[in-house]
């Protein structure tokens, strides 16, 4: 029996590759040595030369900056941006995309988390705002900030994605572009809050409620029904975002938070809760967020997020430096619960290994998954695929289009040919270490 | 004896604490408020009608607020402007093309059309249309898409009887979570 000392002198090179075109056991880079510290930290990874002598840098020969009230990031870190769709405030939506290849990790920090506003972010003053729960309750009432502030909370992991994330896979050609354009619209997030079900036990709820309707408290007065169901289950009111308090775009002072539901449902400045005996069939539940099929027969009330997953490094715009040991690392994700299993494809889906997952493995929220390869140099196609714990898989391009149909044109990356796009992400990567969006 | 009841008492009492904060104990700060004070808000309206409020309004009276108050972004008699025609019935399965959601081959209620006139609309200055108004104009949208007639008057009886030609074009994706 091998002990833990044995296994950690072993070298990459001798393990057997995991699957073909070079990918390796994801135990990998867990079991090697000093030799894999500079793989884990970057994504260049060809042969250096010998470094240059060390000396002092200027910043280490005087005493740095003050230390600010609120904590800014790197000034070399500031075009790591948020892409808008709607830059100058047109009267129509605007989109804030997340940058997932720029990022790392499990949560989006709140200045990069996706948010869309169909008109603009109301300047809610705290104090005056208030949430109101009525409808077939025993007792309308009324909750402040403050009073909130005073009941039991909870702090979850979640993400929240918009029903038309990824909506490019449905153009019929791959549209050349980032992880950021393609997949920008979810992101991760620590909500804490109140349990909706502590405020319904307060109101009391008359057993003819089904639905509620959540409505927000910004211009249009966003309106959405989500079942009782889900109210009694695992809804929350968020009041926290990564543990201060929810940023303007995503709904400052309180959204819902339904997770692993439509993110459109997860109404932000919400201001009123009616409890009713039927969906209210808002704008947007009818029109909007429902999926035409090409009989013309619509989906509706398509709650979930479904089991998910794609690759962030490498992909395009993140190229790949020369030959050698790099590590492929994705997000994955599942509304319907934790993710069990990513597997890998160096080789566009002919064989798989399977990576590893990130502890700790949350329901309903992202999940790191990282195994690593040995780029040879040659023509490569990398694909992730998901499964999550109740067993449901992520599906290929192709069933996804088989079901639902895809556009008869490319349209603008920006566009919304289709909604709940979940399935697989295929990037090329060809000789000079470019990362292409294909379809495979 | 004594003390044996006493134990009694406070194994008594210990489970009553304990099954009432399982229950959800909360601390009861929300404040009751009357039906009639959350009116200014209760704007939901129902494909039933439910929430419909009294008033009433034609396709010729909304033509004259629709010139005023939304002909800038939807264009003449609905055509599209900068933004979205409220009038055209393409097909649902042309495979020329995409599909366009329209309110007359998709928008499943009548309803759904005063509610968010009512809630959204105009865009710079939502809510501030009488419900007059708001039915009026769902009188004249619905009426442009030859969906009522030309002197069909919308109110809380009339709408919700509205039948949407793709009211029956929907799946529950989810009926079990429902």
Known sequence: MKTTSDRLKRDWKDLEGAARNGLLDRRAFLRGGAAFAAAITGYSLAKPAAAEPLADDPWSQVPGANSPPYEKRSRHEEKILRTLSNPNGEPRTQHARSPHHLLNGTFTPNGLHFTINHAGTPDIDPAKHHLVIHGLVKQPLVFTLDTLARYPMVSRMAFVECGGNSAPFFSKEPIQASVQALHGLVSCAEWTGVRLSTLLDETGVDPKAKWFIAEGADAPALSRSVPVKKALDDSMIALYQNGERIMPGNGYPMRLLLPGYEGNMNVKFLRRIKLVDQPGMSYYETRTYTQLLPDGKSLQFNFLQEVKSFITHPSPGLALKGPGLYEISGIAYSGNGRIAKVMVSADGGQSWAQAALQEPVLSKAFTRFRLPWKWNGGPAVLQSRAWDESGDVQPTRAQIIAVRGESKRVPPVTAFPGQHYNGITTWAVDENGEVKHVYA | ?178
């Open chain 2, 1 to 178: 004896m004594f003390t044996r009841e006493f134990l009694t008492c406070a194994v008594v009492f210990v489970f009553v604490a304990v099954s009432s904060a399982a229950l959800g104990q909360t601390p009861s700060l929300g404040k009751p408020i009357n039906p009639t004070d959350i009116a200014a808000w209760d704007i939901s309206v129902l494909p039933d009608g439910t929430g419909l409020p009294p008033g009433s309004g034609t396709p010729a009276q909304g033509a004259s607020v629709y010139v005023q108050k939304c002909l800038m972004c939807h264009g003449v008699d609905g055509k599209g402007g900068p933004n979205n025609a409220l009038i055209g019935n393409p097909p649902l399965t042309d495979r020329e093309r995409d599909p366009v959601k329209t309110i007359a081959n998709y928008w499943p209620y009548a309803t759904t059309i005063f509610d968010f006139i009512r809630r959204t609309m105009p865009w710079q200055q939502p809510r501030s249309l009488t419900n007059e108004e708001v039915y009026s104009l769902t009188a004249y949208i619905l009426s442009l898409n030859k969906l009522i007639g030309e002197n069909d008057t919308m109110n809380a009886e009339t709408l919700p009887k509205v039948r949407m030609p793709n009211r029956d074009g929907f799946i529950v994706r989810y009926p079990d979570k429902i």
